[in-house]
């Protein structure tokens, strides 16, 4: 018996009338974890009832923790009749276990009932004691930590990287269970929360044993989805990075990680390295030497086990022991390395990666994107045996849908891997042995389902890959450490790359950083190329091949050389598809699958040279299955990689025989596209330097235009079908138009609205060229549903509208936030479904950040009124106490009272506000000033109610000030502030503690949809109430914000002539204590006395 | 080409912000009561489309979403203080306030139409009529009436000084907190203030002078140790005002009191005849006033009567405020003097 869980109940609040009589409610609380259950005693006729409750106490083994969620229950006790249930709450103890992760678990949480939604708050407080238990045996894997940041959460080193860990596990679906037919659809929904949560429990205690078994002790990049599969069930999935992670021990180390990091390598850098340009300064390597490299790199595969014997015993032994540690012997630890790599990601079955950034000099090369597609048909399940498979048969009894195929996840393992053998297979093609940014998804319509992966293929260093190797400290702001670079390029996988450390380690003793351009350097050999692909040498090193284009799922490198602004690319379209049933329709959708593949890369290519760009980062592909149309929306960020050459322009190319009016159409199309890619050159300031024509000339003749997206298809069957991606043009870019639908193609490149002035916008963690962040952020998410209302559909009709519905989205997206111009929308992920004939989904969750107009000046040049603003809030910022009424406030936080009252003392406040504001001699200024600020925030407030036009510019600090003033004490907020993000950081402030990952599941159901305010007003109201538990679970377990939030699942039903509607959201992020940056020297709790103490004494003499 | 346009309706349109976006210029529109499509052309005036580069679509989803949001904060805003434990909404402090502060603020118009009535269901109903005589929307109307009853349900009963009670539970600012002490008092002891007579009156005056009848007429002006009660005038208080109309029967009394009026005032104001002249009668105007005050109607016509039997008479003779004020402390001051009164002050 290794635990007990502690729970106590304290109080409620504004909980609903539940006795009409009486305007009251008579509350008491059930307390259910497994199968135990305690009550509160009932606090009679109060909607605010004290329950102050002892500790229940639960003892549990530690398998249960992970799996069960607690479930308390508030009711209202009614002596007649049974108990009314007002709502629930579901606290996932996880964070709990972990003993760097949160301690306890105590605060308001939201009472969710799944058809009114939240009704009142209950104030709970849950403690776990743990023992220790060294069963070998043991089936739970606490202690694992689990992080969606899909990057080394900031406060950890990662020693080792180990690999992929994946898990999924199946049920039946309560929704389609006979029982449903009789119960309520509250019952229904609180089956489904309570199964989803239960199997999410299970599904991280199995990876955390995988972890466990692999060595490692947290899980990076950890991604779960579900799939609701209809009638043949239920699947809970989940993969991740297992990784060895150390807590870097104290906050002022990791403000300077160069003299923190133990490791010795650091010091004997400059030894390593010494050696080197003398050993192998035999000049620039010319591409000739390279043909000395002649195998494929798939035979290098096979030959491998072979080649390392020799190698082997041609290597001194005393290499091995040293491990990782950089080569002082550069020839023979090389061939030990390389062979080290490979073995070490042979031994996995899948080298895949979920991260997206990485440690400095962890990514060597990256490739190119690999995906696969599948589709297949869910089957029914036949097999009338169950099988309590899943372990922990007990709390599935009480649920009473003990049901499902002993082979069924089996099934759903098999088609996932054969799907990441195929990318594996393909990584393997273009040169590389592992896959980075990797990610899986699913679409589901009916029966068909498509299944989809896709990464990036790269080629790493095996220093993080294995046990007992250097230390790695993954600090952005370090612009490089030698011993990375040399290390990494040393670790070349095949001889070809033996030339390339020769020049690439030189190059790091010089001045120039390599790191900047290494990963886009090909892995592959140029001479047995996967595919045709156009070679020049890196623009930047002059010294190694680059692709002319290059697209990666990745995040752009913190250390990439790249020139002036990034910007994201979109690529929209639609298939219409016949209505069809079973295999039909499955080989239908495959047969689409290629097409619209082909499509969206050509859309994006041409968007990409639109925009002077020769590279995309954090590319999605997504395709949706509707049942009568397929949906594809492609998603990157655009850059231009200093080190790849300069795009070619885009032409025009029309019929042969063509008359002169055509021809003047033909040239006006051409001089828009080349206006419009001059305007954007200027827009993402892309001047990049010209380079001789003598450096890029590539030797072997390469005249088809290529691109790295390789991806095939597979039906239920096996069969691979790969596609040529060849445009098949000579010269640049030409595109030909030979009928209408090709101008409509290519009009439709130049209909993508420019950005607004002072917008940025990125789907990824870091928007090249901006770096300068304010702390102002504005995290959101918006969802549209459009019918398509013609019944003659057509793909180029459909396509149009789907574009301007992503269009008007994000201008749309432009409009709201306007005020936090200037500004960058990051992580602006679009999410499609089919929902319905006819009907689709569009749903985004973004964050939105202000950076310092420094930057943005020169380009905001031409607009002035944008400028003003700017400027205007710059005034703000550097006097924060100037009264000037006029700044945007819409997104800023004043330093404000009470908002720490009632929070756990460690609990910190992490303020919105750029600057940082000195708050003992706030207090002082404070008092002078409030007289001044009285009577201005009076004219402000009685004056411009009905006058200014631009209202929402008033002073937020003299109504800061008001409100300190004219607030009585007596009411302060109980709410703690959380921020949320996509991102892994937040600007500005400094996260000193991860608290445990948040994976929340709600469904919402209506049956008044018009009361409430019709479909919008329902969903509206659903997303706040999902963000505000969210906020109160992390607030409960003692932080202040989420980062790498994401809405992972959005399922929205209607019936709008039954006035029904339901929704489920699936949620995840990481929970974390930040601090401002500039506080980071303080000690966490003196800034919070002083921040809750300062505006009392600022209020007290006017109040 | 027409065939392959799609129609498209936006079937769904929402957007939510962690930190719950306001626009305060939207928010003002919802409050004065236009509807979506109205908020929308009258944000087109503005020149916002032009100004950013946008459409009426956005303009008209951002609307949209706007009051959607401000719907569903309004359940919040009827209880301020529930605003602020609200956990449904991440509203920083300063745009809480403002929120609370303008979904309070009330029109001039429509103040001057309700003040003093009773604030029930019945005049509810006439808002309509309300509505088309002040231009005010009647969506505007009812939720100006509706605060005003809400504030008034909840600070009626309450001990302790009125204006700090209506800050305490409605979060206002001093001014709309002072301002609603003042509806609630008016709405309590039903002043008429809607007679053709009172018409030139703005609020600012009755709100002038409701804060000094509570500050000086109230059970809580007089004693604020127990019973402390801002809302209704202090009966005992009353009642002891008919004492005073000795001063009106009593001849000598009168007379007496008139010396001393006219010897203080003499050469410090412009109408001193004209005062002379009509002593008597300003004097019997006052004082029946104050003697009839325990009858619940006459306070009803309170501030009628004030204006029938002292302003207008000294209006009609040109009199300057200056020597109104003048007049009103030689007034008291010398009626204290006289013997009768002279234990008024000790006791």
């Known amino acids: 018996m290794p635990g007990k869980l502690k729970v106590k109940i304290c109080a409620g609040r504004h909980l609903p009338v539940m006795d ?20 509160t005693e009932v606090y009679p006729k109060s909607l605010n009832p004290q329950w102050n409750s002892e500790w229940f106490k639960f003892e549990v083994d530690d398998e249960d923790l992970q799996d069960e969620p607690l479930q308390i229950t508030v009711l209202d006790h009614d002596t007649y009749s049974a108990n009314d249930a007002i709502g629930k709450v579901y606290i996932d103890i996880d964070p709990l276990l972990c003993s760097e992760a949160a301690t306890v678990i105590c605060g308001w949480f939201p009472i969710y009932d799944t058809i009114h939604g939240i009704r009142g708050e209950i104030n709970v407080s849950v403690k776990v004691d743990l023992f220790n238990d060294l069963n070998r045996f043991r089936q739970s894997s606490c202690g694992v930590k689990f992080f969606c940041s899909t990057s080394i ?81 239920l699947v809970v999935r989940a993969i991740g990075t297992a990784c060895t992670l150390d807590k870097i021990s104290n906050t002022s180390a990791a403000q300077l990680p160069a003299c923190n990091s133990p490791s010795k390598e650091i010091k004997e850098a400059p030894f390593s390295e010494d050696p080197n340009p003398n050993t192998y300064s035999s000049g620039p390597s010319t591409p000739l030497k390279n043909q000395t490299y002649s195998f494929s790199p798939s035979k290098s595969y096979s030959r491998q086990s072979s080649s390392s014997d020799t190698d082997l015993s041609l290597t001194p032994k005393t290499g091995m022991g040293s491990g990782g540690s950089a080569g002082k012997d550069g020839g023979h630890l090389k061939t030990l390395l390389r062979q080290q790599t490979q073995s070490a990601l042979e031994q996995r079955e899948f080298p895949f990666f979920t991260l997206t950034s990485f440690p400095l000099g962890f990514l060597i090369h990256a490739g190119g994107v690999v995906s696969a597609r599948s589709v297949k048909l869910l089957d029914r399940i036949h097999n009338p045996a169950f099988v309590g498979i899943m372990g922990n048969t007990r709390s599935y009894k009480l649920l009473d849908w003990n049901s499902f195929t002993a082979d069924e996840p089996e099934t759903r393992d098999a088609w996932w891997e054969e799907i990441r053998q195929e990318i594996k297979s393909h990584a393997k093609a273009l040169g590389c042995h592992a896959v980075v940014g990797y990610s899986e998804s699913t679409s589901i319509c009916e029966e068909v389902c498509i299944l989809s992966a896709s990464g990036t293929a790269a080629v790493l260093n095996p220093k993080f890959l294995q046990d007992g190797c250097l230390d790695c400290y993954s600090e952005n702001r370090l612009s490089r450490q030698p011993t990375f670079f040399s290390t990494g390029s040393e670790k070349g996988e095949f001889d070809f790359f033996l030339q390339s450390k020769d020049s690439s380690s030189m190059l790091g003793l010089e001045d120039t950083s390599p790191p900047s351009c290494g990963f886009c350097h090909i892995p592959y050999d140029e001479l047995n190329m996967p595919f045709p692909a156009h070679l020049t040498y890196c623009c930047n090193c002059r010294r190694q091949k680059v692709p002319d284009v290059l697209f990666t799922t990745i995040d752009l490198p913190v250390e990439a050389a790249v020139t002036g602004r990034g910007c994201l690319i979109q690529a929209r379209l639609c298939r219409l598809k016949k209505k069809a049933q079973g295999e039909a329709n499955a080989t239908a ?59 070619g322009g885009i032409q025009i190319a029309g019929k042969t025989p063509s008359d002169i009016a055509y021809e003047q159409h033909i040239s006006n199309i051409q001089k828009k596209i080349n206006d419009t890619v001059s305007r954007n050159k200027e827009l993402y300031e892309i001047h990049p330097l010209e380079i001789s024509e003598e450096v890029i000339g590539s030797p072997i003749p390469e005249p088809r235009q290529r691109s790295r997206l390789l991806r095939s298809h597979s ?108 500004c960058c929308l990051c992580h602006l992920n679009f999410t499609v479904a089919v929902p319905e004939d006819e009907l689709i989904q569009v749903a985004a969750t973004a964050v939105a950040m202000t950076f310092d107009k420094d930057q943005a000046q020169e380009i905001l040049k031409s607009n002035t009124a944008p400028m003003k603003a700017i400027s205007e809030n710059e005034e703000q910022l550097q006097f924060p106490m100037e009264l000037s009424s006029d700044s945007p406030s819409v997104q800023t936080f004043p330093p404000s009272k009470g908002f720490l009252e009632n929070a756990s003392p460690q609990t910190i406040q992490g303020t919105s506000r750029a600057t940082s504001v000195d708050y003992s001699s706030f207090a002082d200024r404070c008092n002078s000033w409030i007289e001044l600020i009285k009577l201005k925030a009076q004219t402000i407030r009685r004056g411009s109610i009905k006058t200014t036009p631009s209202l929402d510019k008033a002073s937020p600090l003299a109504e800061g000030h008001l409100r300190l003033r004219s607030t009585p004490s007596c009411t302060d907020s109980t709410v703690t502030v959380v921020k949320m993000t996509p991102l892994s950081f937040i600007p500005g402030a400094k996260i000193i503690k991860y608290l445990g990952i948040i994976n929340m599941f709600f469904i919402r159901e209506t049956t008044s949809l018009r009361e409430e305010g019709g479909v919008s007003g329902f969903l509206h109201t659903f997303i706040a109430e999902v963000f505000a538990m969210v906020r109160a679970h992390v607030a409960a377990l003692g932080g202040n914000a989420v980062i790498s939030y994401i809405m992972k699942e959005c399922v929205f039903m209607e019936n709008s002539n039954k006035n029904q509607a339901q929704c489920l959201i699936n949620v995840s992020g990481d929970a974390v204590i930040l601090i401002r940056e500039s506080e980071q020297e303080g000690v966490p709790i003196q800034t919070h006395g002083s921040t809750s103490q300062t505006p009392q004494s600022g209020g007290a003499p006017v109040s | 080409m027409d065939s392959n346009e799609v129609k498209m309706s936006v079937e769904l349109d929402v957007f939510v912000g962690n930190t719950t976006i306001m626009d305060e210029e939207v928010y003002q529109l919802w409050l004065d009561g236009y509807t979506v499509s109205d908020a929308v052309s009258i944000r087109m005036k503005s020149g916002i489309l032009e100004q950013f580069g946008t459409t009426e679509d956005v303009l008209e989803s951002d609307t949209m979403d706007h009051y959607r949001t401000f719907q569903m904060t309004e359940r919040l805003l009827h209880h301020p203080s529930k605003l602020v434990n609200q956990v449904l909404f991440q509203i920083p402090p300063h745009r809480q306030a403002m929120l609370i502060e303008r979904y309070y603020a009330f029109d001039e118009a429509f103040v001057r139409e309700v003040l003093g009535k009773k604030l029930s269901k019945g005049t509810k109903k006439d808002l309509d009529d309300v509505s088309a005589k002040t231009g005010i929307t009647l969506k505007s109307c009812r939720r100006q009436f509706d605060n005003f009853k809400r504030v008034f349900k909840v600070v009626e009963e309450m001990k302790g000084p009125l204006v700090e009670n209506v800050q305490c539970n409605f979060l206002l600012s001093d001014k709309l907190a002072r301002d609603y002490a003042a509806i609630v008092f008016f709405a309590n002891s039903r002043f008429e203030t809607g007679k053709k007579k009172l018409q030139y009156l703005t609020f600012e005056d009755f709100a002038f002078c409701a804060c000094q009848l509570i500050q000086n007429w109230t059970v809580g002006a007089v004693d604020n140790m127990v019973e402390d009660m801002d809302v209704d005038l202090d009966k005992e208080f009353l009642q002891d005002l008919k004492d005073l109309k000795i001063l009106i029967t009593d001849k000598d009394m009168l007379d007496q009191h008139k010396s001393l009026v006219c010897t203080g005032l003499r050469g410090k104001i412009q109408v001193f005849n004209e005062m002379e002249g009509n002593f008597k009668n300003l004097s019997r105007g006052l004082i029946n006033i104050a003697a009839k005050l325990t009858n619940t109607k006459d306070v009803r016509d309170f501030f009628i009567d004030l204006v029938e039997k002292v302003i207008e008479p000294c209006k009609a003779d040109r009199w300057l405020i200056s020597d109104v004020r003048a007049f009103l402390t030689q007034y008291t001051n010398s009626a204290r003097a006289l013997d009768g009164f002279k234990y008024v002050q000790s006791s």
């Open chain 1, 20 to 39: 009409r009589a009486s305007d009251l409610t008579d509350a008491f609380v059930e307390v259910k974890f497994s199968n135990t259950t305690f009550k």
């Open chain 1, 153 to 233: 959460p900031k406060c950890y080193k990662a020693v080792v990287v180990h690999g992929f860990v994946e898990e999924l596990v199946v049920n039946e679906d309560p929704e389609y269970q006979w029982i449903d037919r009789i119960r309520t659809p509250r019952a229904s929904n609180e089956a489904r929360q309570r199964l989803i949560s239960l199997m999410s429990g299970e599904l991280q205690r199995k990876i955390g044993l995988k972890v466990l078994e692999m060595g490692g002790n947290a899980v990076v990049g950890y991604l779960q989805c579900f799939d609701l599969e209809g009638e043949s069930g």
């Open chain 1, 589 to 647: 959708i495959s047969n689409l699958l290629p097409f619209m593949e082909y499509e969206l890369h050509t859309q994006l290519m041409n968007k990409l040279k639109l925009r002077g760009m020769n590279a995309l980062f954090g590319l999605r592909i997504q395709i949706s299955v509707g049942e009568n149309m397929l949906v594809g929306l492609a998603s990157a960020t655009g850059v231009y990689l200093t080190a790849l050459p300069a795009p």
């Open chain 1, 715 to 822: 039906e239920s069957s096996d069969e691979v079908s790969e596609l040529d991606l060849s445009h098949g043009k000579k010269d640049a870019f030409v595109l030909e138009i030979d009928d209408a639908d090709a101008v409509e193609d290519i009009l439709s490149l130049l209909t993508d609205a420019p950005l607004p002035t002072g917008f940025y916008s990125c789907n990824t963690e870091n928007m090249p060229g901006i770096h300068n962040w304010t702390s102002s952020i504005q995290m959101f998410t918006t969802v549209r549903v459009f019918r398509l209302n013609n019944v003659n559909l057509t793909n180029q009709g459909l396509n149009k509208s789907f574009n301007d519905l992503c269009e008007n989205l994000l201008k749309s997206l432009y409009f709201k936030l306007r005020s936090m111009i200037p």
